[in-house]
């Protein structure tokens, strides 16, 4: 099967380089040992039902790219013995050459972990997840010596076809059509700055070591309270997550070094464009991407910053600005140099990435342990982290999730730029909003 692509999978595969590769991952860590046997085989079950993490590039004659499904072996590497770090050393992944996903088993004396590593062109934050819980339910099948159901959540090859659509009419465009004038010029006109002091890097020169991040979680209570203060703030948990990463980069900014000027700094988050008719959808890219822009100006007023966030977060909903980058997008393909000239610019387009997948696993029927974590066979699953890409200009990309009722945040940084001591004192400080309500001065 051929599947054309969508004009934000070419955008995420021509920024594709080889200092900072387009992938994202997903990593599981386990008490206990989970059987190697079955897990494989639960893998090889639920990709079946997966095209585009079987998929390799194409080019036309027109040089136009396709996705081509292929029935190669699923790259799974056992790895024994203690871990010198969190992660194996992935490898970047060739889409030409190989699928875009790629599975690491770690053993170790008692407990297992497992680094799922997707090119993030196939797949999506939410398609991602999906995929994960597929293969843990699928494994307690087996473990429990039961045949897996075929084909469980009804998965349909074709809605691929529509895949990444934004719903946009002409009707909409002229209807909306001053609002996204305003977000057109923000992303064509608008420059943000890095989180710190930036010389770009020659991206043509392979990374190495190139996934670096740190990781904490709030306790359940402050989790709790965390939650309770949206609700009574009447904002929504990602108005709140971008409010308190805005403070954190001018805080941090203030410490690390002196900010020259009054820049504006960009959080960009991925926004879903899965309707009700494509839940039954297999993995895929199926997301757009919305910008925040402040000035640290703005932030000597939290309340104020949480307010004006909120209306803009609503004003982006109700006037469907998820529109925006894909139209822009189709645009500048077919302008001389295409996506890719775009591309080649050292401009910074984002300071920071910010992506919440919510509450994860909850629907899974597992037995859970006292503190809410899923027993998985006889072993129990204790961490989840996540991490999107993180390309040159934008040193960070926040990923949070919600496990057994703990807010977890995972911070993946640009250790060419940062160093581990600056990424670890940025995530504390992110903690401390967290953890307390920002006073106003």
Not at 206 to 225: G, R, V
Not at 319 to 325: D, G, I, R, W
Request: overall charge positive.
């Amino acid at each position: 099967m051929l599947i054309p692509f969508t004009i934000f999978e070419k955008y995420m595969f021509l920024d594709d380089q080889p200092a900072y590769p387009m992938d994202s991952f997903r990593f599981l860590r386990f008490s206990g040992r989970l059987k190697f046997n079955y897990f494989e085989a639960s893998i090889a079950e639920v990709i079946r039902y997966h095209p585009m993490l079987r998929s390799i590039i194409r080019q036309d004659q027109h040089g136009q790219f396709f996705w081509e499904e292929t029935d190669y072996p699923i790259f799974i590497r056992k790895i024994r013995g203690p871990l010198a770090a969190r992660f194996p050393n992935p490898e970047a992944i060739d889409l030409f050459k190989e699928p875009g996903f790629k599975v690491y088993f770690v053993e170790e004396k008692n407990q297992t972990s497992v680094l799922f590593q997707f090119h993030h062109s196939v797949s999506d934050g939410i398609g991602e997840m999906q995929v994960l819980a597929d293969i843990l339910s699928d494994y307690v099948f087996r473990f429990q010596g039961k045949s897996p159901p075929e084909n469980p959540r009804n998965l349909d090859p074709k809605l691929l076809f529509y895949r990444g659509s934004s719903g946009l009419t002409l009707a909409k465009y002229f209807r909306f059509f001053f609002s996204t004038a305003v977000t057109t010029y923000q992303l064509l006109f608008r420059f943000p700055t890095p989180l710190a002091p930036h010389v770009p890097l020659n991206t043509n020169i392979p990374a190495k070591d190139y996934l670096a991040f740190c990781a904490d979680e709030l306790t359940q209570e402050e989790t709790q309270n965390y939650f309770d203060r949206a609700k009574k703030c009447n904002v929504t948990i990602n108005d709140l997550l971008i409010r308190d990463l805005f403070l954190t980069m001018g805080v941090w900014r203030k410490k690390w070094f002196v900010p020259q000027g009054n820049p504006w700094l960009r959080i960009s988050m991925p926004m879903n464009l899965r309707t009700e008719s494509l839940k039954n959808m297999p993995a895929a890219n199926s997301v757009t991407m919305l910008f925040l822009d402040r000035k640290e100006r703005d932030f000597s007023n939290p309340d104020r910053l949480l307010e004006k966030i909120h209306q803009e977060t609503d004003w982006i909903k109700r006037t469907e600005q998820k529109h925006v980058l894909l139209l822009s997008l189709k645009i500048r393909n077919r302008l001389p140099g295409g996506i890719k000239y775009e591309l080649m610019s050292p401009k910074c387009r984002a300071t920071a990435v910010l992506s919440n997948l919510g509450k994860i696993f909850e629907s899974l029927p597992f037995m859970r342990r006292h503190d809410g974590r899923l027993f998985v066979g006889n072993a129990v699953l204790e961490e989840i982290d996540a991490t999107p890409p993180i390309r040159s200009g934008t040193l960070i990309s926040l990923s949070t999730l919600t496990y057994a009722n703990r807010l977890r945040l995972i911070l993946r940084y640009d250790a060419k730029n940062m160093t581990t001591e600056q990424a670890v004192d940025l995530l504390q400080i992110f903690f401390s909003f967290l953890k307390s309500e920002p006073a106003v001065p």
